[in-house]
């Protein structure tokens, strides 16, 4: 008998014909290996290996898609065991925070983070039966059983998930030991880095100056001077690059770029370092550093993530209390066409150059990323990124981003998640939904079914391979 928690034909069109074409479609497509190669996974769980301890650690703790939920329906964070700044107390029993969740899970309904855990539930750990205030102990007991086993493992279920290779996301001031740590246990999972310097590009990120500093020390290089600085870049970036890395990623608030003659940008840097620096001074010189970015990829082939139009932290009381990525990031306008002008006019023409663009402004897709994408060689689009990492998100995308760019100037999935036990079904979600559009062009002429089986095994796997060089 099926589980009702996950149909076997759920996030296929209702239309019977195209259905069926859907269903062949993704049957090809089901059990390929998963390729991630953007997320935020911790990699210190594949280098130690131990158990998640508990329910609500592994489900509710770290996952900002369902606190904010609860959040914003007047759970205080401190009830889901959400560590404050102050170390003030917050609950830590695991069963009671389990039980406030189940007390809300009917929030979640019409949402992907339903999909997701409900896949999660039905997938992992057996379970057919819905969350509910009184279903909640139940759950909770035959997930703190499981977790205890080891094939619940990090690494087991890294394997079980079919995990062909991931990437997690670190600060150039780290030193990678996880990563060292995983390399030399002979464990065989294929974990790499991405390089993420927004602490140290960033000027308006927390402990700038100190971070600048601390860069330097690690680097080997005076990051008061501007050559310094750019050279402890390029010594990072092969540090991470001998760690896997294969990827640069950059979370800014806004997509600028900028091309500076080489005095005008020393003298940004020099206001920057100096930290007497302007609101302007701070959005232009991330904008000089994306473009000395794509300068950097040029010669050490790293792939070049762009996440802009997050307006962080919005919420001040949150930020104090608990502090950044608690689930009060909103997304804001974007506009690429002249914000990315300075970049692509140095080096938009490059075939060597992948730019992946992310957006968190829709309105965008039509009428600026996929023109933009489906004409300079070096932009590629990302897949729709989180509030649109949903299926109604991806159908849009598909939808808009299609008719112009095409599929091949798109990257395959991402699950750019923290969720662990989610990765499984995110990229479910994401091969269901790209079955249903494809089986759309069949049955209505536009794709023969072989292209379209070709399309979607490109979408599922081959494609993110390419664009990221793995
Ligand atoms: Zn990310």
Redesign the pocket.
Known sequence: MDNPLIHPDRLFPPDPATRTVARRLYEAVRDLPIVSP???TDPRWYALNEPFPDPATLFVVPDHYVFRMLYSRGVPLEELGIPRKDGGPVETDPRAIWRRFAAHWHLFRGTPTRLWLDHAFATLFGIDEPLSPASADRLYDTIAAALERPEYRPRALFERFGIEVIAT?ESPLYDLKWHRAIRESGWGGRVITAYRPDPVVDPDFPGFAENLARFGEIAGEDTRSWPGYLAAHRKRRAYFKSFGATSS?HGHPSAATADLSPHEAEALFRRIAGGDASAADAELFRAQMLTEMARMSLDDGLVLQI?PGSFRNHNEHIFGRFGRDMGADIPTRTDYVRALKPLLDAFGNERDLTVILFTLDESTYARELAPLAGHYPALRLGPPWWFFDSPEGMRRFRELATETAGFYNTVGFND?TRAFPSIPARHDVARRVDCAYLAELVVTHRLGEDEAAEVAHDLAYRLAKEAYKL
Do not use: K, P, R, S
């Open positions: 953007h997320g935020h996301t990623d996440h750019d």
